[in-house]
């Protein structure tokens, strides 16, 4: 396994569904990130993990709730969306000190809500 | 407010031109400034970080400049190729918030 990795790739989903998107990385980053990206809008920061302590919340909707057991894993879990929550959900890494602070993405997760 | 802007949404270019991608910003006194690629149904990939203080990067095809007093970055593809079609985006990373990413441009590159 290499690079950061992101199960389901494509996720359908009723509104009334609970359902999580998962992420690993396998890089030894200690930070990890969740964005989402829609049509024709800039990647939208949700959530941070810096050493697995939250540190950014972008004012998200309740019903996207993350989790981050240790510095290689991070979830997010989904209950009771909405049909514009429908979205390209990625998952990213980067290694906080590092000069460039580069992002390593994820190959994303495609949400559809009905 | 805080804005970062690429101008195009769409550019195409006839193969063996150089592709010349803008990135604006405003409000923001950025530290570093990087440029992804990305491909359709895939995740963003890093190119190129250029920092404040630097004018020009370049790897291989590639040349990247910064203009902290025009508040801008221009990203060039020379000898441009059909396998460079792919949406480029820039970000910055300014004081101790996250990336801010642009909307990005999407290149296609005619041959």
């Known amino acids: 396994e290499t690079g950061v990795t992101q199960t389901p790739r494509h996720l359908v989903m009723g509104m009334t569904n609970k359902k999580s998107l998962k992420c690993e990385q396998h890089?030894?980053?200690?930070?990890m990130y969740w964005y989402k990206q829609s049509a024709k809008k800039p990647l939208e920061l949700m959530f941070v993990y810096n050493f697995k302590e939250q540190t950014e919340n972008n004012s998200v909707p309740s019903r996207f709730s993350p989790e981050c057991p240790n510095s290689s894993h991070l979830f997010l879990h989904l209950h009771t969306l909405q049909p514009e929550d429908s979205a390209l959900y990625l998952c990213?890494?980067?290694?906080?000190?590092?000069?460039?602070?580069?992002?390593?993405f994820g190959e994303g997760s495609r949400l559809t809500v009905l | 407010s805080q804005k970062i802007e690429q101008n195009s949404e769409a550019l195409n270019i006839q193969e063996g031109k150089t592709a010349t991608l803008t990135c604006n910003y405003t409000?923001?006194?950025?530290?570093?400034l990087q440029w992804y690629r990305q491909d359709p149904g895939r995740g963003p990939v890093f190119l190129l970080l250029?920092?404040?203080?630097?004018k020009e990067k370049r790897k291989e095809r590639l040349k990247v400049t910064f203009d902290t007093t025009l508040k801008q970055s221009l990203f060039h593809i020379t000898a441009s190729q059909p396998a460079d079609s792919a949406t480029y985006l820039c970000?910055?990373?300014?004081?101790?918030?996250?990336?801010?990413f642009g909307k990005g441009t999407r290149l296609s590159v005619i041959a």
């Open positions: 250029i920092r404040e203080n630097e």
């Open positions: 890089l030894g980053h200690n930070a």
């Open positions: 970000a910055l990373l300014s004081g101790n918030t996250p990336l801010v």
């Open positions: 990213a890494s980067s290694q906080v000190g590092s000069t460039a602070g580069e992002l390593f």
């Open positions: 409000n923001y006194s950025p530290a570093y």
